[in-house]
């Protein structure tokens, strides 16, 4: 079973592949630039999606985490992988995720993953909306 911490390293190489296709954070908002979609069955949920949509998925990595490829040329990348439940996240782009994740409790939503910082890789974090829907911040790079 994958935890949240130990899809960071493939989440981020796949974050960091999408980084910056969408445009800069700042410049006219925040992007979407990776989705996660989790289940007790991972690798069901790999061949469901690769066959239903003809995603090519790569699941060759130590966490069996699906670095997802469209093949569409537009559009972000994401991933699907084993969890503990049940979930589909998707994660913004912004410039501070800190002062993100301060203005988010302060509107009642909740930290579950506080900034996190992969070395040569990413800077992310997650949060809990009041819906407890779970989101992810993912840090712009530096132009």
Same mark, same amino acid.
């Given at each position: 079973?994958?935890?949240?911490?130990?899809?960071?390293?493939?989440?981020?190489?796949?974050?960091?592949?999408?980084? +910056?296709?969408? *445009?800069?954070?700042?410049?006219?908002?925040?992007?979407? $630039?990776? #989705?996660? =979609?989790?289940?007790? @069955?991972?690798?069901?949920?790999?061949?469901?999606?690769?066959?239903?949509?003809?995603?090519?998925?790569?699941?060759?990595?130590?966490?069996?985490?699906?670095?997802?490829?469209?093949?569409?040329?537009? +559009?972000?990348? *994401?991933?699907?992988?084993?969890?503990?439940?049940?979930? $589909?996240? #998707?994660? =913004?782009?912004?410039? @501070?995720?800190?002062?993100?994740?301060?203005?988010?409790?302060?509107?009642?939503?909740?930290?579950?993953?506080?900034?996190?910082?992969?070395?040569?890789?990413?800077?992310?974090?997650?949060?809990?909306?009041?819906?407890?829907?779970?989101?992810?911040?993912?840090?712009?790079?530096?132009?």
């Amino acid at each position: 079973m994958i935890h949240v911490a130990e899809r960071v390293d493939a989440a981020a190489r796949c974050c960091r592949l999408t980084q +910056g296709f969408a *445009g800069k954070a700042g410049s006219t908002g925040n992007p979407v $630039v990776h #989705f996660e =979609v989790i289940g007790k @069955d991972g690798a069901g949920l790999q061949k469901f999606y690769g066959d239903l949509v003809d995603w090519s998925i790569d699941a060759n990595n130590p966490m069996n985490y699906g670095v997802v490829d469209t093949g569409a040329g537009n +559009g972000i990348g *994401g991933g699907v992988a084993q969890g503990e439940q049940a979930q $589909v996240a #998707f994660y =913004v782009e912004v410039d @501070d995720p800190q002062a993100y994740l301060d203005r988010i409790e302060a509107a009642g939503g909740e930290t579950v993953v506080p900034v996190t910082v992969v070395p040569g890789m990413v800077t992310f974090a997650q949060f809990t909306d009041p819906e407890l829907n779970l989101v992810g911040l993912v840090k712009s790079e530096a132009e």
